[in-house]
């Protein structure tokens, strides 16, 4: 299986520490259990021409199945990121890119994808409006969208306890953003969500969403 791997240079992403730390726990084997049944419920869903967006160190990369998968184009802003995600391609069974882009500015042309895969990352996206706009532009009518992020509790005096560590938790974890809702910001986009599950609990519940781009020209 040949893979390649692009470059498009971005200035001041690069979190080497960071990296370091996510790709190790989320090694872990209890963060395996925790994780690796979502992402066979969002990656391992994907079928045709794939987008997945913030690859990260290239966890998903496993999950993709041949028999369902045409190929798979991987977008990450973070240099320290692809370094990992780099080295996880040889355990594809598809044919996969790697580019370095942000969600905000994917590097493709309108209604190339028949799937979207974001796992982990829309809580870090520096303006998750326009990255979701973004990723409607490229996906095809019908098209669907598969997450899987942590988001806002729906107790509230949780997520006011989000909202108070959020300013704190962006500046050592590379952005990231505990209150951010992002089901409400894929409705916003025009997507139809088709199911959508809460799980988990604590100061960073869990959902996995999945959802249909509409066709534009339908009535």
Known sequence: MKHSSETTKREGVYHPRLAAFYDWIAK???SRRLTD???EETAGQACGVVLEVGAGSGLNFPFYRPEQVE?????????AMLTYAR???????VPLTLTQATAEALPFVDATFESVVVTLVWCSVNDPARGMQEIKRVLKPEGTLLMFEHVRSQRPWIARVQDLLTPLASRLFGNDHWNRDTAEIVR???F???S???LRGGLQPVIVLHARRPNQTTP
Do not use: F, N, W, Y
């Open 28 to 30: 872990t084997a209890s």
């Open 37 to 39: 049944p979502l992402r």
């Open 71 to 79: 190929r798979v184009e991987a977008v990450e802003p973070d240099e």
């Open 87 to 93: 080295e996880r391609m040889k355990q594809a069974t």
């Open 188 to 190: 916003e986009a025009g």
């Open 192 to 194: 139809e969500i088709t």
């Open 196 to 198: 959508l599950r809460h």
